[in-house]
């Protein structure tokens, strides 16, 4: 009896080790047949309100189209749409210098400012990058001591749902595989990542296929401009916020809009790899290893109300995700063991009676098993993929063991509604409540993360429409064919998913999905797309109006610039959906077009938006004397929408997709395989960095609590540690240049 039962305990523990060693694409394509072919119900019901019949008509025009070139019959938009002629910017001087947007963009860009090349005196480092402004710190007597409760993170066995269990057995009640050392060295496992189908073109493996000198140096060429770009903004970041969340693009100045950790830092960790900044990664990493991930504030740091409540799926995929993805990069023990340090303080909003993490979670609160409440379908569900990463790579498996916990309850027969949309999930919905499934279905970023993370299965589409919404009562359905930015990575993970199953339709959908968001950045007076957008049905006589033209008879929009569609939001916010959806759209086909489209969109984004400091966001991209400039932008841009325009110019095998995986935050993590040697991007820390960078000891033993030295780190940055000072500041002079 004893044999069998150490035969079964070992048998699950080899079990749990497969589970965690073969790669999140695997897992993911296990876990897609629960959506088998609902997520159809969000693809316009209607095969007559279809945005191309030819998606191929992408227009390299800097003129939108109008509605005298686009006839309406019983599509809203269909046949040619518009001239296709006109040249590509050029690689050489992509922007006209005898234009003042032109001119401005050059000189912001120039290759005297970043030539691209190492300095002499520092060999990591690029010519023409500065290092961050000198730090002035509080004095150590006046920084007050902090609250116990906020010492250090709830117990993993105090969390609910995470207790400990008979030794080899699994909880059936709590989905959780109990707690043991994992190593993956030592795990002997058959098959694995290689038996998974490659997801890339296979003709990148023979660059004769695809390459020539003459393409290599456009888009060397190409991949320079986006590097220049992207200094311009890292520059201006360090120059007039480092430390902050944010920098204002116009105003100069830093706010903290997600916790005060220094969110642009953190999430452009793996960008500076990938681009090569070793130097630029070392002064970030000074400021990751400060960070204290308890002490949460906004950006008046004379406000002492802070109560430490942080945005649990923003804290896991682009937080927690980016330090995973710098240690997968780099070897960079300091990420993995801030990532760890992390995830010990997010892992308690877990502790619900679910589950499904609470959405607003308090650090330092112990849910004990209370009910989750309301929240979004992607808190509920994207953190699948940073968990099971943080597991594989420290061998602690209660990661993945809460991740199963609540994905074991999404999945469960409890959510048999009859107002649920199939097996779809609402934007909204309430976990200990499973009747209940009214409400909007779509594929927005409230929701996407979840079909992302499973790589849903698609049917056969009749020509791409538009991933909308629906609306359910109860009784009845509602479809609004809207587009937003942000469902347009949803073409992303259809594609991934096609190749991963081998179904030509599904990347065909894929296809036609990227070419209908590219259709919108083409529809507008600025090559822009707007965040929000409503195709509107022909048949409207509200509004439509009709226009008679010599032989033909047109239907023009009332009230709105730009052909067929009703403006939501007509601002423009440079997410990353779009080219991210066109980066895979070029790494799944190798069609050089999908480099052609991403220049035309970044050609005219950096134009339109450029500032001193940085890149700006436009308020109304309907206006037809251009656009006006709005004071933000968004830690994305240099964390996420960067990184997809320099990897569409770089070679294909770099961060390979059948080699990494990317979570739903732009953050690529390494797939595990046998016989991976790693990639490392990394040269090594600097000790002088370091030093200078540092908190003074003095400041580090106040926030210890020690009397000598001996933590790597979490004594607060010079941000956090001012706002722990004990009196009011009258504009403290944190940066130098302040």
Same mark, same amino acid.
Request: glycine share 6%; hydrophobic share 35%.
């Given at each position: ?14 079990? /749990? ?14 876990? /897609?047949?629960?959506?088998? =072919? ?63 947007? %032109? ?24 010519? *023409? ?38 030794? %080899? ?18 795990? $002997? ?70 916790? %005060? ?36 504030? @906004? ?15 923003? #804290?896991?995929? $682009? ?41 607003? =979670?308090?650090? *330092? ?16 569900? *994207? ?17 993945? @063991? ?46 996407? /993360?979840?079909?992302? =993370? ?25 479809? !609004?064919?809207?587009? !937003? ?12 998913? #096609? ?42 006589? +509200?509004?439509? #109006?009709?226009?008679?033209?010599? @032989? ?56 339109? /938006? ?13 206006? +037809? ?10 830690? =994305? ?25 990317? @979570? ?75």
């Amino acid at each position: 009896m004893r044999e069998t039962q150490a035969n079964t305990s070992s048998w699950k523990t080899a079990l /749990c080790a497969y589970v965690l060693s073969i790669s999140t694409i695997s897992f993911y394509s296990i876990l /897609c047949v629960l959506l088998s =072919y609902a997520i159809l119900d969000l693809i316009s019901p209607n095969p007559g309100i279809s945005v191309h019949k030819n998606p191929s008509n992408f227009s390299t025009s800097k003129t939108r189209r109008d509605s005298r070139q686009i006839p309406f019959s019983s599509d809203i938009l269909s046949g040619k749409a518009g001239p296709d002629g006109n040249l590509l910017p050029s690689s050489e001087t992509p922007w006209d210098p005898s234009t003042e947007k %032109g001119a401005k963009t050059l000189k912001y860009l120039s290759k005297k400012r970043f030539p691209l090349t190492l300095s002499q005196d520092l060999p990591m480092g690029w010519q *023409g990058m500065h290092a961050p402004p000198n730090l002035t710190w509080p004095s150590p007597n006046a920084i007050k001591p902090r609250s116990d409760k906020h010492s250090s993170p709830v117990p993993i066995d105090q969390i609910y749902g995470q207790s400990t269990g008979s030794k %080899g057995k699994t909880n059936p009640e709590t989905w959780r595989i109990p707690r043991q050392r994992w190593d993956p060295a030592s795990a $002997k496992l058959s098959g694995g990542s290689e038996r998974l189908l490659k997801i890339q073109w296979p003709g990148f493996q023979d660059k004769t296929l695809w390459d020539s000198s003459h393409q290599k140096s456009v888009t060397k060429q190409r991949k320079e401009w986006v590097t220049r770009a992207f200094s311009h903004a890292w520059e201006g970041y360090k120059k007039h916020a480092w430390g902050f969340d944010e920098v204002r693009p116009l105003s100069n100045k830093g706010v903290n809009t997600f916790n %005060g950790w220094g969110s642009t830092i953190i999430q452009s960790l793996d960008t500076l790899l990938i681009m090569n900044m070793t130097r630029e990664y070392n002064y970030a990493r000074t400021h990751i290893r400060a960070v204290d991930w308890s002490s949460v504030m @906004n950006s008046n740091l004379n406000d002492k109300s802070s109560t430490n409540v942080i945005n649990i799926f923003e #804290a896991i995929v $682009k937080n927690l995700g980016a330090l995973i993805s710098a240690y997968d990069l780099s070897g960079d023990r300091l990420m993995l063991s801030k990532a760890e340090e992390l995830a010990n303080w997010l892992l308690p909003a877990f502790g619900t009676k679910s589950g499904i993490p609470i959405e607003s =979670y308090q650090l *330092g609160l112990n849910p004990a098993g209370s009910p989750t409440g309301v929240t979004h379908l992607a808190a509920a569900s *994207g953190f699948v993929l940073e968990l099971t990463r943080l597991s594989q790579l420290t061998g602690n498996e209660y990661y993945i @063991n809460v991740a199963q916990r609540a994905m074991g309850f999404l999945n469960s027969k409890d959510f048999t509604s009859s107002s649920r949309l199939g097996a779809l999930f609402p934007t909204t919905f309430e976990p200990e409540k499973p009747q209940d499934m009214k409400g909007e279905y779509s594929l927005g970023h409230k929701t996407n /993360c979840y079909y992302e =993370y499973l790589i849903s299965l698609f049917r056969d589409a009749e020509g791409l429409v538009i991933a909308g919404k629906r609306s359910n009562t109860g009784e009845t359905t509602v479809y !609004t064919p809207s587009l !937003t930015q942000d469902s347009c990575s949803s073409a992303a993970f259809i594609g991934m998913g #096609a190749r991963i199953l081998g179904r030509q339709n599904d990347l065909d959908t894929a296809l036609q999905q990227t070419e209908t968001c590219l259709w919108a950045y083409d529809s507008s007076p600025v090559t822009l797309a707007a965040e929000s957008m409503v195709v509107q049905d022909p048949s409207n006589t +509200e509004y439509w #109006a009709q226009v008679n033209v010599t @032989n033909t008879t047109y239907k023009n929009p009332i009230g709105d610039p730009i052909p067929g569609v009703k403006l939501e939001d007509p601002r423009f916010l440079a997410y990353p959906d779009t080219i991210e959806a066109v980066f895979y759209m070029w790494r799944l086909t190798g069609d050089r077009k999908w480099q052609d489209k991403g220049w035309i969109m970044f050609t005219n984004w950096v134009e339109e /938006c450029i500032t001193e400091t940085g890149f700006a966001q436009l308020k109304d991209i309907s206006q +037809e004397t251009g656009a006006e400039l709005d004071d933000n932008q968004g830690v =994305y841009v240099l964390a996420e929408s960067f990184k997809y325009y320099y990897l569409l110019f770089t070679d294909p095998n770099f961060i390979s997709l059948d080699n990494f995986v990317f @979570n739903t935050a732009s953050h690529p993590f390494k797939i595990p395989q046998k016989s991976s040697s790693g990639l490392k991007l990394w040269k090594g820390p600097e000790e002088k960095i370091d030093l200078q960078y540092n908190p003074p000891i003095q400041n580090q033993l106040k926030k210890l609590n020690q009397n000598q030295p001996g933590h790597v780190g979490s004594w607060g940055t010079v941000l956090q540690q001012w706002s722990w000072t004990k009196e009011n500041l009258v504009e403290p002079k944190i940066h130098q240049n302040l």
